[in-house]
T-cell receptor, first 114, second 113 residues
Framework: EAQVTQNPRYLITVTGKKLTVTCSQNMNHEYMSWYRQDPGLGLRQIYYSMNVEVTDKGDVPEGYKVSRKEKRNFPLILESPSPNQTSLYFC?????????????FGSGTQLSVL | AQSVSQHNHHVILSEAASLELGCNYS??????LFWYVQYPGQHLQLLLK??????LVKGIKGFEAEFIKSKFSFNLRKPSVQWSDTAEYFCAVNSGGYQKVTFGTGTKLQVIP
């Protein structure tokens, strides 16, 4: 089954404790992206990647890191989480053929930073 | 930079009422437009998209949207909503060749039986 898998589904942590949210897709997609969803603000793009070793900042990259060492994986790293990073995070992927392909979304990771 | 505006933040309708959700974008060039839906507790999934051709596009579950280039709009419509349409709806835009997909702030639709 074609899917984007995120882990963990829920995460509670404390300020400053490094964490990684994993994202994996099994569709051989070139494009992968991370979003955060906050009430009243919709989805805002954090980082995106066009292919292996090619990543770029989205609209809200501060406090986040990503890597794309393999095509299928695109982990999101919070080196020193802060309470303002409490949010619902979604990973997405797409077969990029010029931007008209739909995004496939993961099930989301609800992060709480205390 | 591209941006998307959804002016209706929360809409409440009775079953069988007609629906129209507004979406306006700001970008003067070629655009790809999408509507995504997020049912309670679930991830986003595509309702419909426009990238060229007929400006009236039909999607799943009886939804349709019309691309009006002169108005920079891509409004979502459904003639008769059902309780199961209760969800949050997001408009998104990608300007051709530009690798960012920008989402609107979303519209929460509540359908009352």
């Amino acid at each position: 089954e074609a899917q984007v898998t995120q882990n963990p589904r829920y995460l509670i942590t404390v300020t400053g404790k490094k964490l990684t949210v994993t994202c994996s897709q099994n569709m051989n997609h070139e494009y992968m992206s991370w979003y955060r969803q906050d009430p009243g603000l919709g989805l805002r793009q954090i980082y995106y990647s066009m292919n292996v070793e090619v990543t770029d900042k989205g609209d809200v990259p501060e406090g986040y890191k990503v890597s794309r060492k393999e095509k299928r994986n695109f982990p999101l790293i919070l080196e020193s989480p802060s309470p303002n990073q409490t949010s619902l995070y979604f990973c997405a992927s797409s077969l990029w053929t010029g931007g008209d392909e739909k995004l496939f979304f993961g099930s989301g990771t609800q992060l709480s930073v205390l | 930079a591209q941006s998307v505006s959804q002016h209706n933040h929360h809409v409440i309708l009775s079953e069988a009422a007609s629906l129209e959700l507004g979406c306006n974008y700001s970008y003067g060039g070629t655009v790809n437009l999408f509507w995504y839906v997020q049912y309670p507790g679930q991830h986003l999934q595509l309702l419909l998209k426009y990238f060229s051709g007929d400006p009236l596009v039909k999607g799943i579950k009886g939804f349709e949207a019309e691309f009006i280039k002169s108005k920079f709009s891509f409004n979502l419509r459904k003639p008769s909503v059902q309780w199961s349409d209760t969800a949050e709806y997001f408009c998104a835009v990608n300007s051709g060749g530009y690798q960012k997909v920008t989402f609107g702030t979303g519209t929460k639709l509540q359908v009352i039986p």
